[in-house]
């Protein structure tokens, strides 16, 4: 069964700091994107990425976030300047025809 | 815009019984459906999905999911629970046309307890 790899499972930053969410993708998907759940709330969409660009990005994904793809094989998420109200679970997923999700990294700003 | 409506945040049955948990969509073009289920501290994985073939849909774990266009719902179902399904179960929507560029608009989630 193919999977998503994501590191670390647990972040904790202090506010202001920068973090960089880690994720393998499966190894012959195109397509790649984060979500993230905040706290008794629905999961939502971030960003998806392809062809080594952003091919949409939600009104979350503000100038403090980016994605990257830097060697062929990691896909991450960086957040600038981390805000107390970034704390959640940031999911990565891939897709090829089936999205496959990650168990997500939960990053908690102190 | 897509958008789904999961009724229920919590739901308890009894090992053995009917598993219902409801979910209702809103879309301006046909949708494509999924249900994915998260077990305590794993990822979310795929029970299920509609694309526009077969209304009814077999997924994983003994689950189905029901298509209906006049309702605008895709309720997931499993006949007899199993201490097993207890976990966390989301339905999420795509507006319908290529796989590939996904973009999963989700609902809020239901937790599905077994009572033994």
């Known amino acids: 069964e193919p999977e998503v790899t994501q590191t670390p499972s647990h972040q904790v930053t202090q506010m202001g700091q920068e973090v960089i969410l880690r994720c393998v993708p499966i190894?012959?998907?195109?397509?790649f994107y984060w979500y993230r759940q905040i706290l008794g709330q629905k999961v939502e969409f971030l960003v998806s990425f392809y062809n080594n660009e952003i091919s949409e990005k939600s009104e979350i994904f503000d100038d403090q976030f980016s994605v990257e793809r830097p060697d062929g094989s990691n896909f991450t998420l960086k957040i600038r300047s981390t805000k107390l109200e970034d704390s959640a679970m940031y999911f990565c997923a891939s897709s090829g025809n089936i999205q496959y999700f990650g168990a997500g990294t939960r990053l908690s700003v102190l | 815009a897509q958008s789904v409506t999961q009724l229920g945040s919590h739901v308890s049955v009894s090992e053995g019984a009917l598993v219902l948990l409801r979910c209702n969509y809103s879309?301006?073009?046909?949708?494509?459906l999924f249900w994915y289920v998260q077990y305590p501290n794993q990822g979310l994985q795929l029970l299920l999905k509609y694309t526009s073939a077969a209304t009814l849909v077999k997924g994983i774990n003994g689950f189905e999911a029901e298509f209906k266009k006049s309702e605008t719902s895709f309720h997931l179902t499993k006949p007899s629970a199993h201490m097993s399904d207890a976990a966390e179960y989301f339905c999420?929507?795509?507006?319908?046309?290529?796989?590939?560029?996904?973009?999963?608009?989700f609902g809020t989630g239901t937790r599905l307890t077994i009572i033994p």
């Open positions: 999420a929507v795509y507006p319908g046309g290529n796989f590939g560029n996904e973009k999963l608009t």
């Open positions: 879309s301006s073009v046909p949708p494509y």
């Open positions: 190894s012959n998907h195109l397509y």
